[in-house]
Nanobody, 124 residues
Framework: QVQLVESGGGSVQAGGSLRLSCAVS???????MGWFRQAPGKEREGVAVYDNDGNARYEESVKGRFTISQDNAKNTLYLQMNSLKPEDTAMYYC???????????????????WGQGTQVTVSS
């Protein structure tokens, strides 16, 4: 059973940075792993993920600002978020899936396991 626990959310001003962490338990070798977000009234969207081949994929609006990484020794997935904008405000979720289509790796329906989320609020 895969369990995911996010942390690191908070409130920052525009232009600031945050690093989210996702503590992973269970067998997830070569799983698709990544970060999603959901703002009020909007659908959950993929932000940054690793596909089954370990390739990082990013949503267009976060390219150059967000970086996904992982520390296998600590069983932790990270999302470094720089140059934050008010439109980045959302609940951020960690997700995992044994298989995901590489062309749909940023789609929430490709993922089976979810964390409880951590709130990120960016003020202008």
């Amino acid at each position: 059973q895969v369990q995911l626990v996010e942390s690191g959310g908070g409130s920052v001003q525009a232009g600031g940075s945050l690093r989210l962490s996702c503590a992973v338990s269970g067998y997830t070798y070569s799983y698709c792993m990544g970060w999603f977000r959901q703002a009020p009234g909007k659908e959950r969207e993929g932000v940054a993920v690793y596909d089954n081949d370990g390739n990082a994929r990013y949503e267009e609006s976060v390219k150059g600002r967000f970086t996904i990484s992982q520390d296998n020794a600590k069983n932790t997935l990270y999302l470094q978020m720089n140059s934050l904008k008010p439109e980045d405000t959302a609940m951020y979720y960690c997700a995992a899936s044994k298989y995901c289509n590489r062309y749909r790796a940023l789609k929430q329906y490709e993922y089976d396991y979810w964390g409880q989320g951590t709130q990120v609020t960016v003020s202008s």
